[in-house]
């Protein structure tokens, strides 16, 4: 079935669903007490995003956005880290990179039919695919700015699809 054939994510998930994965991946990976609350807050100038893709029946992929500090922060509590222990960026890519994995995973588990996850990546968000194929949470962890969403592959520049 080819990308433009498949059901969008907006008819195989819905928002409450993502919300209700976020709230549990959270305090189990980024430490009790805290959470991912769906409150948009302004976007930083600068961000940052780590994503995995999910490749089955649909393809997409999971997507966190944040500034630079607000990565930082969240690696140290998901190390659980303490002052005056500095992350690095190879730490910030692998907790921010893990988060990704772990909600893509969960993401995935719900799913219609099989579908293998790709590596996390780290760096600028890959492209959005079709305005239907996309369901964002925009809020914020600690009051700052973040963005957690599911959205289908782009179609490359020459109007074929994106190879798996």
């Not at 080819?2 to 919300?19: F, G, K, M, N, Y």
């Not at 009790?32 to 409150?39: C, I, L, N, Q, S």
Request: some cysteine; proline content about 10%.
């Amino acid at each position: 079935m080819t990308l433009s054939r498949a059901r969008p994510i907006t008819e195989l998930l819905d928002t409450e669903t993502v919300q209700s994965i976020c709230d549990e991946v959270w305090p189990s990976l980024v430490g009790d007490g805290e959470a991912f609350v769906p409150v948009p807050v302004a976007p930083p100038a600068e961000v940052v995003s780590a994503w995995v893709d999910i490749i089955g029946p649909w393809t997409g992929s999971v997507v966190v956005t944040c500034a630079p500090s607000t990565a930082a922060a969240l690696t140290e509590s998901v190390l659980m880290t303490r002052p005056p222990t500095v992350v690095d960026d190879e730490d910030v890519a692998d907790a921010l990179g893990e988060l990704a994995n772990v909600l893509g995973g969960n993401v995935k588990s719900v799913l219609p039919g099989e579908s293998r996850l790709g590596l996390p990546q780290i760096g600028s968000a890959p492209a959005r695919g079709r305005l239907d194929d996309v369901r964002a949470l925009v809020g914020q962890w600690r009051g700052n700015y973040l963005t957690i969403t599911v959205q289908g592959t782009a179609p490359h520049p020459s109007g074929t699809e994106v190879p798996q």
